[in-house]
């Protein structure tokens, strides 16, 4: 089993910064392949950014690609995603995603079965 805890969500005006952790434990970390999505009041479920199990592959939505950074401290056993110039339109929970898999990034919520709490994110217009 995979335990996974964000943290870093909060309150920030547009054109801000934060950073979002997930920690893992309770499994080698370094066989997970993690994501990112985030769910907003009365929308689905989507697909943020992703990186593979060795860091060497990422994938990101059109929506933050340019503005947000998936990276992973095996070290640390933790994922991070860096989101600048944040927008309104970013507000959402944002939840942290694993899955045993030593190939490419994935981007399809469908395929992890290791799930975090989630951390909410606001931007202010």
């Known amino acids: 089993q995979v335990q996974l805890v964000e943290s870093g969500g909060g309150l920030v005006q547009a054109g801000g910064s934060l950073r979002l952790s997930c920690a893992a434990s309770?499994?080698?970390?370094?066989?997970?392949?993690m994501g990112w999505f985030r769910q907003a009041p009365g929308k689905e479920r989507e697909f943020v950014a992703a990186?593979?199990?060795?860091?060497?592959?990422?994938l990101y939505a059109d929506s933050v690609k340019g503005r947000f950074t998936i990276s992973r401290a095996i070290a640390k056993n933790t994922v991070y995603l860096q989101m600048n110039s944040l927008k309104p339109e970013d507000t959402a929970v944002y939840y942290c995603?694993?899955?045993?898999?030593?190939?490419?990034?994935?981007?399809?919520?469908?395929?992890?079965?290791?799930w975090g709490q989630g951390t909410q994110v606001t931007v202010s217009s």
């Open positions: 309770g499994r080698t970390f370094s066989n997970l392949a």
């Open positions: 990186i593979s199990w060795n860091g060497g592959s990422t």
């Open positions: 995603a694993g899955r045993s898999y030593t190939g490419s990034a994935l981007p399809l919520s469908s395929v992890y079965n290791y």
